[in-house]
């Protein structure tokens, strides 16, 4: 029987431990509460620059030795930043587990940040911003959409940020948010691991547990009731078009399943009807979906569009109205339902292979829905999902606060 253990430190660290016999690969997870959302505006990318540090060494470990370390052992590790999170990550073998728990702890408490580091990292990150942002014709534009969509929302600032606001920040910035914000207090372990679980407690005592650090706990994000304009149009200098929709809904666990059962309806499966009318209409749509985003801070669900306007303008806006109207209620009836809710079920036991999957499906069940015990409920929460709920969820989604996005491509006119 899978069983997750839980406790936590004195320093209040907090661990979830899920035993996994049958895997020797080892999945740990360090989630720190903190992410671009918090941090303070004109020093956006902060966080992500300080993920970057993170992997330049502590007092025991040289500057490059840290992913090599791993790599030597068979092992791999990753990390990144979101709004609301930073995720450091690391698969290894079993009987190595303590190893990369002495390094994740070391770090948390004796990462060096030296101001040759800094400035050299620093560098790293505007490159990094320049190529997959500033110099990509399409993502550009995507950011600054961003911003009228959010506003002043917090969500309106990229984890990635950018070229002066990276340059705002100083090497004592970095210094202090290392301090206020990456300490045990704000900090969740998640293991999945095949070494027995009281071994294990006491390795993490011993590595964990004398970590004096105390720092702040980061204010809370606002949440995503409303975007700040109805519609926005901006150029693009691709050829394409695109255009976007997204309603802004509550943070709802009622919402999940049946927006997910959505989502593959109209427009994440091969098979959705979205998908099935780029094919034929395929002289001009070149894309189309839908893509549902679940955060602490709100639901977001999306239609996106991406169409050649100089041979016919794709009319998003009327098969939107039409999904609601006719095409939804036509095609999802009691077979359809049972149909995707077989296939939600199958994704699900689909993550359950591996360490790693189950340590992604269950830190999503934690960091991301707020709760362990979604990972024991939600197969049977599919199976008692109704099709009345989802018809529910979908007139709640049409009258939600939205936002119409048209990036008109250099070829655009209205035909």
Known sequence: MIKINFFELKNGLKIYYLFNPNSLISFLQVWYHFGSAQEEAEKNGIAHLIEHIFF??????????YSRLIQREGGSCNAFTSEEKICFYETI???????????EA??????????EKFEKEKKVVMEEFKERIQNQPIVKPLMEVRKDVFGDHPFSRDPAGNIETINNIKFED??????????????????????DFEEAKEIIEKHFGNIEKKGKIPLPIPPLSKPAKEYVEKKIPIKATVFSKTYFLPKKE????????????????EDSILKREIQEEKFYVLQAGTFPFFSNSGTLFLFFSLHLPFIKKYNFLKKIDDLYKNKIKEILNDKKFEELKGRMAFSLLSSLNGSEKIGLYLADCIISRGSPDHFFNDLKNIENL?????????????????????????LWKKI
Not at 57 to 65: A, S
Not at 106 to 115: G, P, Q, S
């Open 56 to 65: 330049k060494g502590t007092e025991e470990i040289e500057e490059t030795e």
């Open 93 to 103: 073998p079993t009987e190595k587990l303590e190893m990369i728990i002495k390094m």
């Open 106 to 115: 070391d770090r948390m408490k004796n990462l060096k940040i030296t101001e």
């Open 174 to 195: 970095v210094i202090n948010y290392y301090e206020n914000y990456f300490h045990p207090k704000n900090c969740t372990l998640i293991i999945v691991s095949s070494k």
């Open 254 to 269: 009622e919402f999940f399943f049946p927006l997910n059962l959505l989502h593959n309806l109209i427009g994440g499966d």
């Open 386 to 410: 109704k099709i009345e709920e989802v018809f529910k969820t979908l007139e709640f989604l049409k009258e939600a606060p939205s936002c119409e996005v048209l990036l008109k491509g250099s």
